[in-house]
């Protein structure tokens, strides 16, 4: 059974401005607690924007790793529960023995959050090295792709309050974008979608709306791309994490203006030295 939603909600509220204050109506993102089921058993709750489900779970089990092809997903099936969605992923024999030996090695007791050394190595998992040398942009190429993804944001042109994710392919432009309340969620809805249309990770590079944490420079590893770009600051744990794995990481995209902040070699705007 799928799984339909309202993407917003208009609501009443009391607008200040310099002229005094009123009554006005807003639109406002909705967001749904999303639950991901592997073999029956909740692996994990999301708080997310009711959309994208199928995309959403593809991604999820990619970039976490769960899964290393979209081959492996036997079915998903998106249920509304009212109080939430499940979306139970059925995953063939060799992923699901994989996943449950995963399973087993992380259990930990009741109450318990990160559950001794394992837990913690899984939250730091290795990032992949990406392609070598393959993708280079221009400088136009980061600043237009930030641009051009504000213009795929729909939800965001109506709310002010969700993130984006895209990818950008140089001569195509934004070729792909998932919005969400999550930044994290956006890139995984993106991720699925990508795989789902058969497109190239090292095809082009990820765009995102946000901050660039360590989760975003795995989620974007595992999705194949070698250059992130975001519109806010990374961490430095993400700077450290996408030197090591050969990423070019951009960030402070405001205008004309940007930060390379790794490897870039990749970006042919006069700058060769290596910067992390």
Not at 210 to 228: L, N, P, Y
């Amino acid at each position: 059974m799928g799984a339909r939603r309202k993407a917003t909600t208009q609501i009443m509220r009391l607008a200040h401005r310099a002229g005094g204050t009123a009554a006005a109506n807003r639109m406002v993102p909705e967001e749904t607690p999303v639950a991901f089921s592997f073999a029956g058993t909740t692996h994990a709750v999301m708080m997310a924007s009711p959309a994208d489900f199928e995309d959403f779970a593809l991604g999820f089990s990619l970039t976490e790793g769960i899964i290393a092809d979209p081959k492996e997903i036997e079915a998903i099936e998106v249920e509304d529960l009212g109080a939430g969605i499940d979306i139970q992923i059925r995953l063939k024999d060799q992923a699901n023995t994989r996943f449950q030996a995963r399973r087993r090695r992380l259990a930990g007791p009741v109450g318990c959050g990160l559950c001794g050394i394992e837990s913690i190595e899984e939250a730091m998992r290795s990032v992949d090295a990406v392609g070598a040398l393959r993708l280079t942009l221009q400088a136009e190429d980061i600043t237009s792709a930030v641009r051009l993804l504000s213009k795929q944001q729909p939800l965001h042109a109506e709310t002010g309050a969700v993130h984006a994710a895209g990818f950008h392919v140089p001569g195509k432009g934004i070729v792909m974008a998932r919005e969400d309340v999550g930044r994290h969620n956006a890139l995984d809805k993106l991720a699925g979608a990508l795989a789902k249309a058969g497109i190239d990770g090292a095809s082009g590079a990820v765009v995102v709306t946000s901050r660039v944490s360590v989760e975003m420079v795995q989620k974007t590893a595992a999705i194949g791309a070698s250059i992130i770009m975001a519109v806010s600051a990374p961490t430095a744990l993400a700077i450290r994490t996408a030197d090591t794995a050969g990423m070019t990481l951009v960030a402070l995209v405001r205008g004309d203006d940007f930060d390379i902040f790794t490897h870039p070699e990749r970006v042919a705007s006069g700058v060769a030295k290596h910067v992390a």
